[in-house]
Nanobody, 121 residues
Framework: QVQLVESGGGLVQPGGSLRLSCVAS????????MAWYRQAPGKQRDLVAL???????RYADSMRGRFTISRDNSKNAVYLQMNSLKPEDTAVYYC???????????????WGQGTQVTVSS
């Protein structure tokens, strides 16, 4: 059983910053890709940023230069540093991790519960 717990969301003024965290726990052998997605009301869930096991990163165009994804493999954690936040960044942010529970089993994708980020003055 694997669980992802997110933290760090909240209310911030335009131009402000937030740092999201997501920690995986449970039966974990290896973690491959880690990612953050977001979903605004009435919209689909979209990729924000992704980081591979070796550390290669990929960002959605609108976040590049403002958001930074990082990971700490020793803590099974992924982070999202969000700077220069805009009202249009308001959404529920979800963590996603590709986790293999043991050496003989392929990876599955796991989701966190979501954390609300609201950018408003």
């Amino acid at each position: 059983q694997v669980q992802l717990v997110e933290s760090g969301g909240g209310l911030v003024q335009p131009g402000g910053s937030l740092r999201l965290s997501c920690v995986a726990s449970g039966t974990i052998f290896s973690i491959y890709n880690m990612a953050w997605y977001r979903q605004a009301p009435g919209k689909q869930r979209d990729l924000v940023a992704l980081i591979t096991q070796p550390g290669t990163t990929r960002y959605a165009d609108s976040m590049r230069g403002r958001f930074t994804i990082s990971r700490d493999n020793s803590k099974n954690a992924v982070y999202l540093q969000m700077n220069s936040l805009k009202p249009e960044d308001t959404a529920v942010y979800y963590c996603n991790q590709q986790i293999s529970p043991n050496s003989g089993q392929g990876p599955n994708y796991y989701w966190g519960q979501g954390t609300q980020v609201t950018v408003s003055s």
